[in-house]
DNA sequence: CCGGCGCCCTAACACAGGTTATTTTCAGCC
DNA sequence: GGCTGAAAATAACCTGTGTTAGGGCGCCGG
């Protein structure tokens, strides 16, 4: 990858015109890249950062930690997503953002990536779409969350995240880095750890999905779509 | 009420400035109300509108549903709330929109409302704004279905949409209109119909809320909202 | 004034998923 | 090459929530 913003345009390309000037606009507003170690936190909850980070390398989630410690994660972001555009619009993060893997990340101040969106229509309108492509992803999760067993649910986000690899040049053939952890998945999906295991033990049990060393194949992508309802529809308005 | 943005006017407000000549600008662009009664699809699932859809009064929600049929609603809007801005930016609706009461709604065609949002910088902060409020509380939901009980999740629905209600002038001292079916209530919270009536039994039982012919009273605000371990936060970016 | 039909409510039982506790595996490392 | 610590796996038991199958109440239309 020669620039920091590479993934992020190849995805917007599969969508809008981004013309080149634009993108050198982008381009020299990011900082240089930063690294983060698996398990560091990135941003912190509650805080109030003037500056939007782009994800070059690794993956993020970002983690709500409720009153009674209980965790949940609400989001997973891979190369070429934006990890808080929002926080353009937001005084103050509703969660901390935390490196899951070793993780390259270049960050935009507030001030000028606002410059860019106002001098750029295409960067006004793509900016828009991020944010409203992450309000679908967030609302396929609540789906998830609320009416899929847990076996549907981790079907449905291996699936998601499979798609979104390969839309960024991520996948090889049917496999993608996962390096979570089963209680870190566990967050994600809600559930206990324990039953987090049952559930993975279940998928490869049937064939579906390989897992080990961080790296998921999956060997049977129809079945895994039909049980998990996938529908790209969301990822790809 | 004398316009039809008032409330969303009432609610911004309270976070940015609105110059009167931006607002004017807006209401220009608004089409005349329209009326759906209780139970009237207003945007079917997978639709293409060319046009964005503003609360005045009465409750919508958005709904999925699932090749299996299950249904789950991913988000519940009030007067005041612009029900999909996104469509501005995504070319298909991943989700119906249903008026859960009678309601009236008023609509501005997309070309317009990007010229607005171009002409008046108020206007493209408070969409960005409004887009990622909108996501926070997607959030909020993602950790209520993933990491609480179903007791608790009631709960947090019930101090967010009163500190909703309020933010827009339709709240009576701890009182609001709630007029949903427990159908429809366990369609928000994942849940079977048994056991949602089973949840509602159980906070009343405990005085904490009254519920009856479409309307909440909230009892005792401080046992719900640490039984939901609700802050508002997240409402008030 | 009497159906009919939503909607609310209940009961009994089944099961997905949670809890607690222990064991096994495995990668790093002195 | 045997420690160590984190992650994965397993076991036994418990509980929240789903399922199926009703009953009853209240409002609207005839």
């Not at 934006?82 to 935009?108: E, G, I, M, N, P």
């Not at 496999?175 to 993975?200: I, K």
């Amino acid at each position: 990858m020669h620039s920091s913003i590479d993934r992020l345009l190849r995805k917007l390309r599969l969508r809008w015109e981004i013309p080149p000037d634009a993108a050198a606009a982008l381009e020299s507003v990011m900082q240089p890249p930063r690294r983060y170690a698996r398990g560091e936190e990135m941003i912190a909850q509650f805080a109030k950062p003037n500056e939007s980070t782009l994800m070059v390398a690794g993956v993020a989630g970002r983690l709500v930690t409720l009153e009674d410690g209980a965790e949940q994660v609400t989001a997973l972001h891979i190369a070429g997503d934006f990890v808080d555009l929002h926080s353009l619009y937001l005084r103050r993060q509703d969660h901390s953002v935390v490196a899951l893997d070793d993780c390259v990340v270049a960050t935009a101040p507030h001030g000028p990536l606002a410059e860019v969106a106002t001098n750029y229509p295409a960067w006004a309108l793509a900016f828009g779409y991020l944010l409203a492509w992450d309000a679908a992803v967030h609302r396929r999760w609540i789906v998830m969350l609320g009416r899929q067993t847990a076996r549907a649910a981790f079907a449905h986000l291996i699936c998601e995240l499979w798609t979104r690899n390969r839309d960024v040049g991520l996948a090889e053939g049917p496999a993608f880095d996962l390096p979570l952890t089963q209680v870190e998945l566990a967050n994600v999906l809600g559930l206990s750890t324990v039953h987090a295991n049952r559930v993975v033990q279940s998928l490869r049990a049937e064939g579906l999905i390989r897992w080990r060393s961080a790296r998921v194949e999956i060997l049977d992508w129809d079945r895994l779509a039909a049980l998990a309802q996938f529908d790209t529809a969301y990822l790809q308005h």
